[in-house]
T-cell receptor
Framework: DTAVSQTPKYLVTQMGNDKSIKCEQN?????MYWYKQDSKKFLKIMFS???????INETVPNRFSPKSPDKAHLNLHINSLELGDSAVYFC??????????????FGPGTRLTVT | SQQGEEDPQALSIQEGENATMNCSYK?????LQWYRQNSGRGLVHLIL?????REKHSGRLRVTLDTSKKSSSLLITASRAADTASYFC????????????FGTGTRLTVIP
């Protein structure tokens, strides 16, 4: 049983296209996140959701739009893809949120390549 | 930036040796976590240490925290080839949320 799953695992697309990445967690967690990991392995938080509500948007371009249809799902839609969007995108979840107290469970990542 | 920094960026040791990685951060924190990432995989939580704790153990892992120096260290004892991975520290940066701000990572290679 995969705790946090993401689809697709690999995504190759051209500049200007719109794409989506899906994430699901079966842990019963209340909080979900999207991270971006660049080619230097630097991992940066993009969004966090708690009970389907957006909590944090860390200065991400509005071409990125997260959507949480329910607590178990957090999808990421990206419009007008740019070369700089190429990265590995990780979904994560935690039991709750507050003070960095909860460990996060990460999905396997989606490697996005924009050509 | 709330980003932490790990030191060294890369570490190569022989199997059986101990590996020590350091993490420094910039703002006050409530908690600090360490994660491991195998190549091409997601991150896996290793250990959490609270700001009022100075040391914590979990199996072959030992974590220390010095809030006065804004630094933490992760010690892996009796390393194994399977410990080869990147190791990241992450802090909440005192924001009150569970958002974690990750360091730049240490790439550990354990040579069999």
């Amino acid at each position: 049983d995969t705790a946090v799953s993401q689809t697709p695992k690999y995504l190759v697309t051209q500049m200007g296209n719109d794409k989506s990445i899906k994430c699901e967690q079966n842990l019963g967690h209340d909080t979900m996140y999207w991270y971006k990991q660049d080619s230097k392995k630097f991992l940066k938080i993009m969004f966090s959701y708690n009970n389907k509500e957006l909590i944090i948007n860390e200065t991400v371009p509005n071409r990125f739009s997260p959507k949480s249809p329910d607590k178990a799902h957090l999808n990421l839609h990206i419009n007008s893809l740019e070369l700089g969007d190429s990265a590995v995108y990780f979904c994560a979840s935690s039991q709750d949120m507050g003070l960095g107290l909860y460990e996060q469970y990460f999905g396997p990542g989606t490697r996005l390549t924009v050509t | 930036s709330q980003q932490g920094e790990e030191d060294p960026q890369a570490l190569s040791i022989q199997e059986g040796e101990n590996a020590t990685m350091n993490c420094s951060y910039k703002t006050s924190i409530n908690n600090l976590q360490w994660y491991r990432q195998n190549s091409g995989r997601g991150l896996v939580h290793l250990i959490l240490i609270r700001s009022n704790e100075r040391e914590k153990h979990s199996g072959r892992l030992r974590v220390t925290l010095d809030t006065s120096k804004k630094s933490s260290s992760l010690l892996i004892t009796a390393s194994r080839a399977a410990d080869t991975a990147s190791y990241f520290c992450a802090t909440d940066a005192g924001t009150g949320a569970n958002n974690l701000f990750f360091g730049t990572g240490t790439r550990l290679t354990v040579i069999p």
